[in-house]
């Protein structure tokens, strides 16, 4: 009888001891999981897991090879410029004053297609661009399911694909090295419109997402793409997308859309959508650091900016309320906005920058027929066009 006790309590003992190696290998399998996806989050959006402090601007001069660069975007630490000449992409080491990266349609027949937008990221010198050129084999078949019962489940289906489209990652060195950017594929889009245009892109760093509105024959499509490749279409029916911007740290998306003739702005997280306004003098001004911006846009005129907050830690009733950040009236046509991590708003208008803060207002006047703005307010990028290139200045605003 003590016998059959111990083999009874031997037999426990190795199913108790074989069940915690089981859930220790399962933690390990889990753990190593977690650092693989980790890790591939950090290599496409190249994400520091410490929010940095804004960089320090300095007045920069250089000659770009190009006299008509359009869609102009610098780069978080200002020494670095995108831009779009004559169907190519390139990028400028403003600080050597030299070109260190170019790509084109992959042939002069593939007109329109080619770098389609791109977009910094806020917080590192990389970026990320969408990439298209034609699909060889346009047509493909598919197995779908019928419509209407058959004896067979599913039917074979035509698809025409006209275009393959990539998104890729662009690293810049430390803009005093003499280091090759690193160009990198990341994924192919499969379920890219046929022919759209990127109209805009936003990031969201510290969630790995990626938000695209894509310009067709038809409507605005906005697309999300997150970390694992995996892409959903955001937009409801019979809505039009008009703007959005990403929530930097916690990946809200705000959309700004329109029905039936009311433009509503509205928090969209995962399948929640929460209204947060309905006016049609409303506007999208910006996100940074939680707080999205709107303003008020009357004939022209910015009389009035709110601000709402995101934060998980806010209540539910608090949560996205609209507060008054500055009332006035300032000239606004032209749309150029930054926004810095400690709130204060530019607004770039007819050679002069508002400088707005809860403390009120500021402005200062640049001439030039070329001017931008960067994202962030801190700087403003002065192009003069030259017969065989453009002169370029980069002038901080603080």
Known sequence: ????????????????????VWTLVSLILQFGLYFFLNNAAARIMSVPQIPAGQPPVYYLEADLPDSNPENIQISYTKDYL??????????????????VFSKGPVSPEEKGLGVLNYQWLPDRNT????????NPNPYSIVLVPRSAPAQEELERVTVYTPQLTYLYTLELPDSNEDISPVDRENITISNFPAEGKVKQIATSTYTNLIYVLIETNSAPTLMEIDVMYNVRFLQQAGETILDFAASDQLGTLFVQNQRAGNKHILAVEGEQRTPIAVNNNYIILGSCSNN???GEVIHNRLTQIFVCNDS???DKDDKYKLSSFWQGEIPFTEGQVGIDSQGKIVIYEANRAYIITEGGLKTKTIEGDNNFLSPDGAALIKLTKRPNGAGVQIIPLS
Do not use: C, E, W
């Open 312 to 314: 998980p830690k806010l």
């Open 292 to 294: 999205l911006y709107i």
């Open 127 to 134: 970026l990320i661009y969408f990439y298209a050129k034609k």
């Open 82 to 99: 995108a831009y779009m000449a004559d169907g190519v992409f390139k990028v400028f080491n403003l600080k050597q004053n030299k070109p």
């Open 1 to 20: 009888m003590q016998n059959h006790t111990n083999s009874k309590l031997t037999k426990r003992i190795l199913l108790l001891r074989t069940f915690a």
